[in-house]
């Protein structure tokens, strides 16, 4: 399922009994977040706070449950697009013993080009208002925790594009603002958009950035999806809602943007400027990230629907919004990877108690002495499973989602004295 834009999921989300709006004020400093907080802890619902103090309401904990992580998907269950895959994948490498085997492929084939992204003439939805001076400040950016080094933007689907081949790499990285036209870039080194600005620095140019907020809520999802470098993250939004992504240029950078969208965000790194301070910030594991340099994002335009709702979320100690998107993640990719890496494998999973990545609980066919040993080495060198700190590996007769049973199972079968 598609959404027409992130009016049309808030409406879906109240039409289900999943969303509370909130008419008092409400301060984006400290007060929203201790509300979501709270809320998010108790399975709450979505929080639509309509009274800000600025132009703008402000959705929070839209994906905070299994159930509206599906919807946000446009699924019943999130193993459903894990089927998806498995279907669309076994459709394309069975073998095909003749011509009429391979006709048969051409409906899907052409259903797969419907999926890909296309980017569209004119302006789109998201362009509807252009502020003729950009003011980032103008929108109601949470400050989420009393020792956190400013406001942030939480959710914002940050695009970079590689300047030698002109691949675009989507990702989710949080923002600190410092003024109305400054923010932090708070990437990674191990990240795609970490190698696109190191490509920039040696050539001499500034990098292009462009950052969307709210549309389709599957963009913000793939946004955090592990895709492998080179692969379109807009391809995979458009396989999960069966609908191309539509694109339309940007108003002052050489980048397309979803037309859907609510807010654009148009700019650039220059990355023979000295990094920023940027943080401390609040994060899932309870503690303060520090305060370290990052890269200075300068905004040059400002666009945005004129019923535009301003997307955020809360990042704290789970259960929080993130552990659902971290669950989508864990059911959409165990497909590829039994498929394409570590046959052997029946289930996995990414419990909310380990902060995503860190504890890894796998259920394998074993077959032979050593088999999880294989198994752990091939899951630590899968992209953000480098960060995993510990991983159980089961036999398949396990529930690994029955906490107590996995426990029982390890304290019966380890010997910790040798």
Known sequence: MAYKNLKH???TLEGEGELIRIREYVNPHLEITE????????????????NTGYSFPLLINSMGTEKRMAMALGV??????????????????????????????????????????????GKGACQEVIMSDPDITKFPVLTCWPEDGGPFITLPVIQTKDPLTGIRNVGLYRMQVFDK??????????????????????????????ISLGGDPVYTYCGTAPLPDGVD????????????????????????????????IEGYVDPDEDFILEGPFGDHTGYYSLADYYPKFHITAITHRK???????????PPQEDAWIGKATERIFLAPIKMTMVPE????????????????????????????????????????????????????????????????????????IS
């Open 307 to 317: 019923d535009a709702v301003y997307p955020a979320t809360i990042v704290g100690i």
């Open 76 to 121: 019943d269950k999130l193993d459903d697009i894990s089927a998806q895959i498995e279907t669309l994948f076994k459709t394309f490498t069975s073998p095909k013993n003749n011509f009429l085997d391979k006709l048969k492929l051409l409906p899907q084939l052409g259903e797969v080009a419907s999926w890909m992204p296309k980017q569209i003439s």
């Open 181 to 210: 036209v400054t923010t932090g870039m708070h990437w990674h080194r191990h990240k795609v958009s970490a190698r696109h600005f190191n490509e920039y620095k040696k050539l001499k140019q500034r990098m292009p950035v462009v």
């Open 345 to 416: 494998i029946i289930d996995m999973i990414l419990p909310v108690e380990g902060v995503f990545h860190n504890l890894v609980i796998v259920k394998i066919r074993k077959e032979y002495p050593g088999q999880a040993l294989k198994v752990m080495n091939s899951l630590w060198g899968a992209g953000q499973m480098m960060f995993t700190k510990m991983m159980i590996v089961v036999d398949e007769h396990v529930n690994i989602h029955d906490q107590l049973e996995v426990a029982r199972y390890i304290s019966e079968n380890t010997d910790a």
């Open 35 to 50: 509300i979501t907080d709270r809320i998010s802890k108790q399975y709450g619902p979505a929080l639509l706070f309509e």
């Open 233 to 264: 993250e807009f391809m995979l939004a458009g396989f999960i809602r069966k609908k191309r992504v539509e694109l339309v240029k940007c108003i002052t950078q050489d980048m397309y943007v979803p037309a859907d969208a609510d807010i654009i």
């Open 9 to 11: 999921f808030i409406d």
